[in-house]
């Protein structure tokens, strides 16, 4: 999968990215042409591997949901990470931008373009997201995209956003 934005690029880590990934972090820089990044892979993404090879080799390289990264079009410089995670209707998202590239747009962005390809996906309703009560800037991403406050649970506050009715309202169905 690839979403492309104005400004970036989403992409989910095929089963070759993850194979590399696994053997050689430098390895996996040099093939695929990206400048090395100190902060890529997070310790998330890094335990999550294994599981992700695992659900691409036994769903025949269509599983599509996971770990992501998010590329700097200009630079191919990978510049945050993405995560789909996807059960019964509802997709929910998470997501990091590097500090040394914050404040210029690109969560929002991000956001924004995988909430449109979310929406073309007929098996998805609703697609949520959680953000500490203090994270002001990813509460305003979020609310900038549409979430609404779902629940608020001691310091979390669960966002979430209905693709189902856009969808609804696209090819007017209601």
């Given at each position: 999968?690839?979403?492309?934005?104005?400004?970036?690029?989403?992409?989910?880590?095929?089963?070759?990215?993850t194979?590399h990934?696994?053997?050689s972090?430098?390895?996996?820089h040099t093939?695929?042409?990206?400048p090395?990044e100190?902060?890529?892979?997070?310790?998330?993404?890094?335990?999550?591997?294994?599981?992700h090879?695992?659900?691409?080799v036994?769903n025949n390289?269509?599983?599509?949901y996971?770990?992501?990264m998010?590329?700097?079009?200009?630079?191919?410089?990978?510049?945050?990470?993405?995560?789909?995670?996807?059960?019964?209707?509802?997709?929910?998202?998470?997501?990091?931008?590097?500090p040394?590239?914050?404040?210029?747009?690109?969560a929002t962005?991000?956001?924004?373009?995988?909430?449109?390809?979310?929406?073309?996906?007929?098996?998805?309703?609703?697609?949520?997201?959680?953000?500490?009560?203090l994270n002001?800037?990813?509460?305003?991403?979020?609310?900038?995209?549409?979430?609404?406050?779902?629940?608020?649970t001691?310091?979390?506050?669960?966002?979430e956003?209905?693709?189902?009715?856009?969808?609804?309202?696209?090819y007017?169905?209601?």
């Amino acid at each position: 999968m690839l979403i492309s934005g104005k400004q970036i690029y989403i992409t989910s880590l095929s089963l070759d990215h993850t194979v590399h990934l696994l053997q050689s972090k430098e390895r996996f820089h040099t093939l695929y042409d990206i400048p090395n990044e100190p902060n890529w892979p997070s310790d998330a993404i890094k335990i999550m591997l294994p599981l992700h090879y695992e659900r691409l080799v036994n769903n025949n390289l269509t599983y599509t949901y996971g770990p992501c990264m998010i590329q700097q079009k200009d630079s191919n410089r990978i510049i945050g990470e993405f995560n789909f995670k996807k059960t019964d209707g509802t997709t929910e998202i998470g997501y990091r931008i590097y500090p040394q590239y914050r404040n210029k747009g690109f969560a929002t962005e991000a956001v924004r373009y995988v909430c449109e390809w979310l929406v073309n996906n007929k098996e998805i309703d609703k697609v949520t997201a959680m953000c500490g009560r203090l994270n002001k800037v990813s509460q305003q991403i979020l609310r900038k995209n549409g979430f609404q406050i779902k629940l608020v649970t001691g310091d979390i506050i669960k966002f979430e956003k209905n693709v189902k009715s856009i969808r609804c309202e696209q090819y007017n169905l209601f």
